[in-house]
């Protein structure tokens, strides 16, 4: 589909801004989760399911450590910059957007959603020097709340006294993150100290304890147990489906498949029940957009509020990736906001 950039603009402009970030936007440097979640739902084996769990920790967490201790291998080291710069372009981007758009009533926040649980996101936030809330106060022992979210940010010069609003990015990770650490009923901040590479070593019960200590949620269809783990993760859903019930929200799904059947509910039920809401799904490569419109139910819906976005050029083996999103949409975005002002 041939996108509108403009209509994309107006949309931008004067609506609450919110993105679902999946596993396909930390790639290449993070392998995307591919079957996992469903060799993870299928299998009943207790060995067989320790083996799959290795292999998600191994490739997908095992990485983040390396980039705490600045000590990346020297094969992983041209992935991980073109997906930090893609990272660093996006919310660089997308901050500009938020503090030079017209409409003065909405805040200059964005909601991220996502169910990542690499740390790729803050640290290239950090890097950004950008405000963003992931839901943690505190400096010396740093306890997450869902309450720590949407705190508005503003700044008083330091000669004429002018406060202005400062975009922020609100991080949802609704499946956990490795900064997670389990205490008792909290959740505290971790920079990854409670972890290390020696769990690989570990076999049977041994690493299937240990994993479990881990603040994530598995990507698997059966998710859910009573622990306040679980319970965030409804929380966090929760806070998803009342963002998409407000008036005048946008929604842009990138790298994430659909595939969680707890997301797509509520996605399709939010589409279904608000006019005033817009989805944009953009895919990663193409002729996969019939599969998404089936999947979320396009031209079912009651209003016709969600586009499915693939790449149309004729470039062979064209991925929708960040870097193409950003190059192709949010740029565009701020070129247009740019000519308004000169004119």
């Excluded at 004067?14 to 995307?32: D, E, V």
């Excluded at 660089?92 to 926040?109: A, C």
């Excluded at 890097?127 to 809330?133: D, R």
Aim: glycine share 4%; aromatic share 10%; net charge neutral.
């Amino acid at each position: 589909m041939i996108m509108n950039i403009q209509e994309i603009k107006e949309t931008v402009q004067s609506s609450h801004i919110n993105f679902f970030i999946g596993a396909g936007l930390s790639a290449p440097f993070l392998p995307l989760l591919g079957d996992i979640e469903t060799r993870l739902s299928k299998e009943t084996k207790k060995a067989e399911r320790i083996k799959i769990k290795k292999e998600y920790f191994e490739k997908v967490m095992i990485p983040n450590l390396d980039i705490v201790s600045g000590q990346l291998d020297a094969s992983k080291q041209s992935d991980f910059e073109s997906t930090r710069k893609a990272y660093k372009n996006f919310f660089e981007q997308i901050g500009h957007i938020l503090l030079k758009r017209k409409n003065t009533i909405l805040s200059k926040q964005a909601n991220i959603f996502t169910t990542n649980v690499d740390i790729l996101m803050e640290t290239t936030l950090e890097e950004s020097s950008l405000e963003y809330n992931d839901g943690f106060s505190g400096r010396l022992n740093s306890t997450f709340s869902l309450s720590n979210f949407k705190k508005s940010i503003q700044k008083r010069s330091l000669h004429f006294e002018n406060v202005s609003e400062v975009p922020v990015f609100n991080l949802m990770k609704i499946h956990g993150s490795l900064t997670w650490e389990k205490n008792g009923d909290k959740i505290l901040f971790s920079k990854l100290k409670h972890f290390d590479k020696s769990l690989l070593k570990k076999g049977g019960k041994s690493f299937d304890d240990k994993y479990g200590k881990l603040a994530i949620v598995n990507p698997e269809k059966k998710k859910l147990e009573e622990t306040v783990i679980d319970v965030t993760y409804y929380e966090l859903l929760r806070m998803y489906s009342s963002e998409l019930e407000k008036e005048n929200v946008a929604l842009f799904v990138m790298g994430f498949s659909m595939e969680d059947e707890h997301i797509r509910e509520i996605t399709i039920r939010a589409a279904d029940s608000n006019p005033t809401l817009k989805i944009y799904i953009f895919c990663h490569g193409k002729d996969t957009d019939s599969k998404m419109k089936e999947k979320m139910h396009v031209g079912k819906l009651r209003y016709s509020n969600i586009e499915i976005i693939e790449p149309d050029d004729d470039e062979q083996g064209s991925k929708f990736n960040l870097e193409k999103i950003n190059e192709t949409v949010f740029k565009e975005i701020i070129n247009s906001m740019t000519h308004e002002c000169k004119d």
